[in-house]
């Protein structure tokens, strides 16, 4: 199974970004894919999950201003970011658990397979 991220970049705060993470050689039809970031000097933090049936997981620092959502046929997962600030910033890594719940994914930030990650920078 190989994840791979893409839509990274720097962005001014207040400013918007998409991420995009295609799963390729995931054959099982149930899967939680999220979205994890982790800035430096800090632990990896769970951003939103969403399962293959629809049910999503977001933490509080991003409600409101992310949205999580999927293609199941394309086995991609996307996060519209908008509003972004500083904190935001950090590596962005895609994770896809075979079993499970999207807020158990969240909180315990166990992934089956994860991608190599993106960058995220927001200035201020």
């Known amino acids: 199974v190989q994840l791979v991220e893409s839509g990274g970049g720097s962005v001014q705060s207040g400013g918007s970004l998409r991420l995009s993470c295609v799963a390729s050689?995931?054959?099982?039809?149930?899967?939680?894919m999220g979205w994890f970031r982790q800035a430096p000097g800090k632990e990896r933090e769970g951003v939103a999950v969403?399962?293959?049936?629809?049910?999503?997981a977001y933490s509080d620092s991003v409600k409101g201003r992310f949205t999580i959502s999927q293609d199941v046929a394309k086995k991609t997962v996307y996060l519209q970011m908008n509003s972004l600030k500083p904190e935001d910033t950090g590596v962005y890594y895609c994770?896809?658990?075979?079993?499970?719940?999207?807020?158990?994914?969240?909180?315990?930030?166990?992934?089956?397979?994860w991608g190599q990650g993106t960058q995220v920078t927001v200035s201020s």
């Open positions: 994770a896809i658990d075979r079993a499970g719940s999207s807020r158990r994914m969240l909180i315990t930030r166990y992934g089956d397979y």
């Open positions: 969403i399962d293959s049936d629809g049910v999503t």
């Open positions: 050689g995931y054959t099982d039809s149930y899967y939680c």
